[in-house]
């Protein structure tokens, strides 16, 4: 019998992958492969390549250990074809296959690739997540709002997680009220279990270093996990250790703190080293068990079989075409300093820096700080999307463009958002420390050292006075503005324009 080809790409590093359900030990032939086309179509973090490249080679090994014959392609091999397509054909060549089973990429443009390819394919669904594509559509088909928090009550219903017959634990289906605190004077606990490299890593970090060495990031220190079973640990480590006090300070922001209590699990759950449900159950049971109060366990996996979930099923809803919106018109450059250049603002300059150190910030810097800045500036969403795609070590464009394009960019119109994410700088004060040490003043309304954020989030209102000020959220913003006396209103603008125009100018602002 002929062999074919089951591709496994580099995020669906997961040993029930349907693929390899379909395909035949004995007979079908698995082909992975470390592409210059996928490194390099947006400009990764160093970090977020050693990973995949780490983890694939591992993989790889497990599945020849359990009896595959499997193809794998390193980057530097002189045969590498450099793209997906090509190394499939190239495969196909050196063994007669004509016939290729895959899953479902996360990627609109690799699933266009494969199906467009010189090749008879069959592609199958990714059912490593909790709901189907179908699934998804069902539940969004006739709703006017396509609302997270709906959809969510139908996952823990499915999944049964954290229900008590038909009604939610506790009787609350969300304690968001409750994981609100500022952040903490100082954080207990050791952060993340990160893992010592092996000689296997070490030959693929000194790999990126060389091919990639001069993107955006830091390469080392590298401790992430590279197989399941120290993502496993990874996961247990969390549970014992941050859980506990996650939900109480899942939104505070604190310098020197780049983890605070969060799990850094996405990057496993996202390459497939874990699978959702088991990650939530372990949360459901240190909850039973009476180690972690109900907000943790609860806001923990609202975020996964919510949230996670429901930006899949937007991203595969809307079509290929979601990456391209931009609703509000925003044309501004993506600003040096989120690149590393110098910036006075505080909040800025640590997440961007810890972006560049570890390819991580937790939601509320991505969304309240980076994501709230290139909003209120008016950036073009399409840069701030290939920021985000680049620079996380969890992003995937599946779960990434949602996030960037949707909830925080407004781009898409409101599919996912009600209301666009826009603060002024009251709110990093409220929940960070980042304010303490910045040369802006968060208190200065206007003039040289008022905080640029508060500038700009009345300019944002009022360049958008037309679209928003009938949003009946966001009725009290425009209230206080139009409260403010028309010549400090006017100071407040001609202040973020001088301010913008400095940003233009490549000052350093
Ligand atoms: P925790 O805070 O500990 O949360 C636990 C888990 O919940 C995460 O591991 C993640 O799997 C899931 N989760 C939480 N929030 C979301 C969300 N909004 N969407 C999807 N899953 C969620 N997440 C990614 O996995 N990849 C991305 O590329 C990505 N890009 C983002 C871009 C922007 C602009 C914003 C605002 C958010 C983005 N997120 C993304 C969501 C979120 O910021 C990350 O999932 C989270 O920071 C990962 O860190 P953690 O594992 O410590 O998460
Ligand atoms: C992100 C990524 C990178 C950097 N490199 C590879 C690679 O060399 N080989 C591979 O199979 N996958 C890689 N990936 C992940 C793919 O880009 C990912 O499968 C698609 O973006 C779909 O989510
Ligand atoms: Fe950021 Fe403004 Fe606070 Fe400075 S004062 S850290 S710019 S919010």
Redesign the pocket.
């Known amino acids: 019998m002929v062999s074919r080809l089951v591709l496994v790409l580099g995020d669906q590093l997961s040993e029930g992958l349907s693929a390899l359900r379909e395909a035949d030990k004995t007979r079908d032939i698995v082909v992975m492969a470390e592409v210059a086309d996928e490194a390099e179509y947006v400009r990764h973090h160093p970090k977020k390549i050693a990973l995949i490249f780490a983890a694939m080679r591992k993989f790889s090994k497990a599945l020849q250990a359990d009896g595959w014959d499997v193809r794998y392609g390193q980057l530097d091999d002189s045969a590498n074809a450099g793209s997906i397509v090509g190394e499939l054909l190239r495969r196909a060549e050196e063994t007669g296959a004509t016939e290729v089973i895959c899953t479902e990429p996360g990627e609109w443009r690799l699933i266009g690739e494969l199906t467009d390819g010189p090749f008879e394919l069959r592609m199958l669904s990714d059912d490593r997540f909790i709901a189907s594509h179908a699934e998804f559509e069902g539940w969004a088909e006739g709703r006017k709002a396509l609302r997270m928090e709906y959809f969510y009550r139908d996952m823990r219903r499915k999944t049964g997680l954290l229900m008590e017959g038909d009604k939610p634990a506790g009787d609350k289906w969300n304690y968001d009220h409750d994981n609100r605190k500022p952040a903490p004077d100082e954080v207990t606990g050791e952060g993340p279990l990160w893992f010592e490299t092996d000689a296997e890593v070490e030959e693929v970090l000194a790999l990126v270093e060389a091919r990639f060495g001069k993107h955006f990031g830091e390469l080392r220190p590298f401790g992430f996990a590279t197989t399941r079973a120290q993502a496993l640990q990874a996961l247990a480590h969390f549970v014992k250790e941050a859980l506990p006090k ?1 939900g109480d300070y ?1 939104d505070a922001m604190l310098a020197g703190q780049p ?1 605070l209590y ?5 990057p496993y ?2 390459i497939g080293l874990l699978n959702p449900l088991e990650v939530c159950q372990a949360v459901e049971k240190a909850w039973k068990n009476g180690d972690v109060p109900i907000n943790a366990a609860e806001g ?1 996996i609202r ?2 079989i919510g ?2 979930e429901y ?1 899949r099923g937007i991203y595969f809803l809307e079509g290929p075409s979601y990456t391209e919106r931009n609703l509000l018109k925003h044309k501004r450059e993506l600003p040096a300093f989120y690149w590393g250049s110098e910036t006075r603002m505080n909040c800025i300059r640590h997440a961007v820096g810890q972006t560049r150190e570890h390819g ?4 509320i810097q ?2 309240m700080v980076t ?1 709230n800045f290139a909003l209120l500036a008016g950036v073009d969403p399409a840069q701030v999307h290939e920021w ?2 680049g620079v ?1 070590v ?3 464009e599946w ?2 463009s949602p ?2 394009l949707g ?2 960019q407004f781009a898409d119109g409101g599919v996912i958002a009600s209301k666009p994410y826009v603060s002024s700088g009251a709110y990093i004060n409220r929940m960070s420390d980042y304010c303490k040490g910045c040369s802006y003043k968060v208190s200065a309304k206007t003039g040289e050292k008022a905080c640029p954020f508060n500038l700009l989030y009345w300019h944002f209102l009022d360049r958008h006075r037309d679209r928003f000020s009938n949003n009946a959220r966001m009725g009290n913003m425009y209230r206080t503005w139009d409260r403010m006396d028309a010549e400090r209103r006017e100071t407040v603008l001609e202040d973020a324009e001088k301010w913008l125009a400095r940003l233009d100018a490549g000052e350093v602002v």
């Open positions: 996650f899942q983890f969060h799990a850094v699990l996405s759950l996202n923990f975020q996964i949230w996670r930006v991580y910030a937790h939601h991505r969304l994501g985000y795609l996380y969890d992003a995937f779960v990434e996030n960037t909830m925080s």
